[in-house]
């Protein structure tokens, strides 16, 4: 079986998260550039992800999809790179890795499409409000460096670029301990490499 690491990506999209991902973990991969509507959309590729979105990887005969999934199997498949802290000191990696994917993302989408959840139906979703996820956010953030040690992992690489992304389209609101820390983290030589490589790519079609 290869081992053979493969990024699919779209520069435009959010799979900036897991290029700042693999750029972290330092392994060789190869790069598939998806064009929306079309290369992305095509038997090929469905075949890899049926929902026909980017990012997804293929490594050892096996797909992952789904920036947080991704990130997290990077750290595992590459523990040397030490994105993920020991087993028995999880909790919070897991946590914000995942609340950032799920309840974050889906409070964020829902006010930024304007949907007004309606009160009698709000125990349906996982969130209360856009305010109450971000400030769990910050109360996990306030007076550490990082979201989930003492030391820059995978959770950071992926809650770092998603408050980023959000903050950037003015879909969250930049508040200063935000800032401080996207700052810090995009810093990092592994970010600016990753943004290097994005930025020299072609504009992809339908982009």
């Known amino acids: 079986?290869?081992?053979?690491?493969?990024?699919?990506?779209?520069?435009?999209?959010r799979a900036r998260i897991v290029r700042w991902m693999l750029e972290e973990v330092g392994a060789p991969y190869r790069t598939e550039l998806l064009d929306y509507g079309t290369t992305m959309k095509a038997p090929a590729y469905l075949a890899i992800n049926p929902m026909g979105k980017v990012p997804a990887i293929a490594h050892r005969g096996k797909v992952v999809t789904e920036g947080s999934a991704i990130c997290a199997y990077l750290a595992d498949a590459f523990p040397e790179a030490g994105l993920a802290p020991p087993p028995a000191e999880r909790a919070a990696y897991y946590r914000?890795?995942?609340?950032?994917?799920?309840?974050?993302?889906?409070?964020?989408?829902?006010?930024?499409?304007?949907?007004?959840?309606?009160?009698?139906?709000k125990a349906m979703v996982g969130y209360s409000s856009l305010d109450a996820v971000l400030d769990a956010i910050a109360a996990a953030l306030e007076g550490r460096d990082y979201i989930a040690s003492d030391r820059f992992s995978a959770a950071d690489c992926y809650v770092a670029a998603c408050l980023s992304f959000y903050m950037r389209f003015g879909l969250v609101p930049p508040?200063?301990?935000?800032?401080?820390?996207?700052?810090?983290?995009?810093s990092r030589p592994a970010f600016l490499r990753a943004m290097e490589i994005d930025g020299a790519m072609p504009t992809p079609k339908g982009g």
Request: without cysteine; aromatic residues 16%; negative net charge.
């Open 96 to 121: 914000w890795l995942f609340f950032v994917s799920g309840p974050f993302d889906s409070a964020v989408v829902d006010t930024a499409l304007g949907r007004e959840i309606p009160a009698e139906r």
């Open 175 to 186: 508040r200063p301990l935000f800032r401080a820390y996207v700052d810090r983290l995009e």
């Open 1 to 13: 079986m290869s081992d053979e690491l493969i990024f699919y990506t779209n520069p435009m999209s």
